[in-house]
Every structure is written in structure tokens, then in C-alpha cells.
């Protein structure tokens, strides 16, 4: 192998490395974005809670609001999981 093909080599590895970097970053930034929207829709439902124990609202106003609430969640948390199990994935 000639010295310019060993430079070439090299470049396309660190090209590589920087490349699965920048995927771990974007990986990173969602998930902390999933986590947060997580926590929102959590706190959103505990005032919703919170409404309908103290007399607010009745539990036939709130119970859809629940319902979508619980789904969002459960589904956010869904994104969230299989991002994780995305990332965890050994790439060849």
C-alpha cells in the first residue's frame, strides 16, 4: 500500500468516526427531548388529577383528558424505548 493510499485510509476512517459521532449527538438530543416531553405530558396529567380530585372538574369532564394524556405518554415512551434500543445496536 503507497503512502496516498494510507492517508486515504486514515481520512476515511476519521471520516467514519465523525460521522458515528454526529449520530450519537442527534441520538442524545432526541432522547433528551423525548424525556422532556415525557415529563411535560406527566406534569399536564397530574394537574388534570389534581383538577378532578378537588372538585374542579367532574370525572366525566376529565376522564378523556386522562385518556389522551396516558396514550401520549405511553407512546412517547414507546419513541423513547425504541430509540434506546436504536442506539444500542452494534453497527458493523
Do not use: C, H, W
Request: charged share 35%.
Amino acid at each position: 500500500m503507497g503512502f496516498l493510499d494510507k492517508v486515504k485510509d486514515t481520512a476515511n476512517k476519521a471520516a467514519e468516526q465523525v460521522q458515528k459521532a454526529a449520530e450519537t449527538g442527534q441520538d442524545k438530543l432526541e432522547e433528551s427531548k423525548l424525556k422532556k416531553k415525557v415529563g411535560d405530558l406527566k406534569e399536564e396529567l397530574g394537574g388534570v388529577v389534581y383538577d378532578q380530585r378537588t372538585g374542579v372538574t367532574t370525572g366525566d369532564s376529565a376522564e378523556p383528558e386522562i385518556v389522551r394524556l396516558v396514550t401520549a405518554i405511553t407512546a412517547t415512551e414507546q419513541e423513547l424505548a425504541e430509540l434506546k434500543a436504536g442506539s444500542e445496536t452494534p453497527s458493523t
